[in-house]
T-cell receptor, first 113, second 111 residues
Framework: DAMVIQNPRYQVTQFGKPVTLSCSQTLNHNVMYWYQQKSSQAPKLLFH???????NEADTPDNFQSRRPNTSFCFLDIRSPGLGDAAMYLC????????????FGPGTRLTVL | GENVEQHPSTLSVQEGDSAVIKCTYS??????FPWYKQELGKRPQLIIDIRSNVGEKKDQRIAVTLNKTAKHFSLHITETQPEDSAVYFC??????????FGAGTRLFVKA
């Protein structure tokens, strides 16, 4: 089945220790998104890629970086996780940037000790 | 800035009753309005969407209405069932490349 896959599903890291979350898709969509979702809140867009073009949200901290080496894969790097970065991280894809459904992965729950 | 407000934050209904969730948006250039359902511990999934050239759309027990003049859109669920219990997010695609989500409505359907 075509889908959006995220690994790992659960990630525990220590304060300040870099961590990388991964996302892959078999939908061949042009756009890939990373969202941060804290408990009982709406997903908050961190950045997105349209093909290889990277678009950062103005309020995304510098601590968060992303890489998209090819159409299928996208990575979220958190350089120095703080306690406030503990959240669910959702990857999503869409065919276009506007007017189309976003398909979400199952998410990675990040715990920072 | 661009904003989507969603009400209520929590909604409790009896099984079989209707549920209505309302959203307003600020960017008049918004042209696409999806609704996502997120069950506990699961990913958000699209349940219905509407484009700015349409006033109403229905899919079985779910309907969405859009009032472009008022910049207001609503989700209507009829004959609610316990499996409808979830968090529902409205969203608006702005004139740029951005999707703005509402804060979410936690729907409880009591059997």
């Amino acid at each position: 089945d075509a889908m959006v896959i995220q690994n790992p599903r659960y990630q525990v890291t220590q304060f300040g220790k870099p961590v990388t979350l991964s996302c892959s898709q078999t939908l061949n969509h042009n756009v890939m998104y990373w969202y941060q979702q804290k408990s009982s809140q709406a997903p908050k867009l961190l950045f997105h890629y349209y093909d290889k073009d990277f678009n950062n949200e103005a309020d995304t901290p510098d601590n968060f970086q992303s890489r998209r080496p090819n159409t299928s894969f996208c990575f979220l790097d958190i350089r120095s996780p703080g306690l406030g970065d503990a959240a669910m991280y959702l990857c999503a894809t869409s065919r276009k940037t506007t007017g189309t459904e976003q398909f979400f992965g199952p998410g990675t729950r990040l715990t920072v000790l | 800035g661009e904003n989507v407000e969603q009400h209520p934050s929590t909604l409790s209904v009896q099984e079989g009753d209707s549920a209505v969730i309302k959203c307003t948006y600020s960017d008049s250039a918004s042209n696409y309005f999806p609704w996502y359902k997120q069950e506990l511990g699961k990913r958000p999934q699209l349940i219905i969407d509407i484009r700015s050239n349409v006033g109403e759309k229905k899919d079985q027990r779910i309907a969405v209405t859009l009032n472009k003049t008022a910049k207001h859109f609503s989700l209507h669920i009829t004959e609610t069932q316990p499996e409808d219990s979830a968090v529902y997010f409205c969203a608006a695609h702005t004139g740029g490349f951005k999707t703005i989500f509402g804060a979410g409505t936690r729907l409880f359907v009591k059997a």
